[in-house]
């Protein structure tokens, strides 16, 4: 549907309820709205618990709910009053896609199910995220980014050799769901494009965990050996891991290709490995894994890192550092990526996060940075504009307590 607001992109002419809170769901609306969609997010008066999430705030809204939710607009809808509910149908009407992460059932106890919804609006497409997906013996049960990692074994293979399980530092679990929910909500906007039908697409947080865990679960399925901790390696590539270096920086190699292997050892210092029978080939550098790895991790302590990662680039060896998280930041390559953006809020202030992954050539190349909403920021605007509600109908909601808005 298109829309009054000045949007770019590929996305433009959709329109997104986004009913979403926490991580998953706010993240995969914000990649929508980052590709042009019009996106609104529909909040109970309370608003997404998010916005109080300590330590950093601005504006009196927290870095979390910051970082996940630009270019959106916020309405405050009462999704538990009949008025509330009814006002939401209406705008089913208008929108292309509902986006929502409530625990299964709960919108058909609100009446708002995608059974209720493509009544109103055939088109329509919905994409549901929870913890286990809408069947199921866990169906029922909370699950978070950390329940679902331990879950899926993927944190089984997390941590130091000889250490203790660990989850990853980034949210793979609710970052994962929110990606794939991107995706079933676009394959199903394409199924609207041929077929006029919507759809309602089902995505777990756990599903979408287990699907990562790709060669690690086929190595598991044909051999029944258990993947354990890998530590800061590869379980197949003996090259493809993190070394100490002589001034006390970690860095990674990938030297996957004979070429590279014999690259790695020039620029160490040992271009007799290549020759050495345990070392020739990829499957007997794995057999003698220890041996090689004692070699390389004397000769990595005895250069600086800068420069070795100089001649590693030189030997067309892919290698890096360790970086910590403000020295990734600030990376050359992720400034010319344009992938730390400001945002200016329409008091003055700014704010930094990271940018959006997609880019585009073209004139619809988005360029859409709007400063994440305060809570019910939009609301009259939305009603306005998509349902068009006088001031008057819309300070009687207000008062009902139906919606809310500055």
């Known amino acids: 549907m298109n829309n009054t607001s000045p949007r770019s992109g590929p996305l433009a002419h ?10 998953a769901g706010p993240y995969g609306t914000q990649i929508l709205g980052d590709l042009g969609a019009r996106v609104i997010k529909v909040e109970a008066p309370e608003g997404d618990i998010t916005r109080s ?18 270019n959106k607009e916020s309405i405050v809808l009462n999704l538990k009053d009949k008025e509330g509910q009814a006002l939401f149908l209406e705008l089913v009407r208008k929108a292309d896609i509902v986006y929502e992460n409530y625990r299964p059932g709960v919108l058909k106890r609100l009446g708002i199910d995608y059974d209720t919804l493509s009544k109103v609006n055939p088109r329509l497409v919905m994409c549901s995220l929870s913890g286990y997906g809408q069947d199921g013996p866990y169906r029922d049960r909370a699950a978070y980014d950390i329940i679902v990692q331990a879950l ?13 399980p660990v989850r990853a530092g980034i949210p793979l679990g609710d970052l994962a769901a929110g990606m794939f929910g991107v995706i079933a909500a676009l394959s199903g906007m394409a199924h609207v494009s041929a077929t006029g039908e919507g759809r309602h697409f089902d995505v777990s947080m756990l599903d979408c965990q287990m699907s990562m865990l790709t060669y690690q679960a086929a190595y598991c399925l044909m051999s029944g050996e258990v993947p354990g901790l890998q530590g800061r390696g590869h379980r197949s590539l003996t090259t493809y891991r993190a070394y100490l270096c002589g001034d006390g920086i970690e860095v990674v190699v990938a030297a996957n290709s004979d070429k590279m292997w014999r690259g790695l050892c020039e620029v160490l210092g040992h271009p007799e490995l290549p020759g050495d029978e345990r070392f020739k080939e990829r499957t007997s550098r794995l057999r003698y894994r220890k041996d090689l790895d004692q070699i390389l991790e004397a000769a990595f302590l005895r250069v600086d890192s800068a420069q070795v990662l100089v001649a590693l680039e030189a030997a067309e060896v892919p290698a890096a550092p360790i970086n910590t998280v403000d020295r ?14 400001d945002l200016t809020h329409a008091s003055g202030e700014h704010l930094r996060v990271v940018g959006n992954p997609v880019k585009m050539r073209g004139q619809d190349a988005p360029d859409n940075r709007r400063f994440p909403p305060h809570l019910g920021a939009d609301t009259s605007q939305v009603f306005q504009e998509l349902l068009g509600l006088g001031s008057e109908e819309l300070a009687a909601l207000k008062a009902r307590g139906v919606v809310a808005g500055p």
């Open 53 to 70: 999430t300590p330590p950093h705030f601005l504006q009196g809204e927290s870095a979390y709910y910051l970082s996940v939710n630009r």
């Open 328 to 341: 990734a930041l600030a990376d050359p390559q992720v400034a010319h990526r344009d992938m730390v953006i």
């Open 14 to 23: 959709l329109t997104v309820l986004d009913i979403t809170q926490f991580l």
């Open 152 to 164: 899926s074994g993927g944190m089984s293979m997390t941590g130091e050799e000889g250490g203790k």
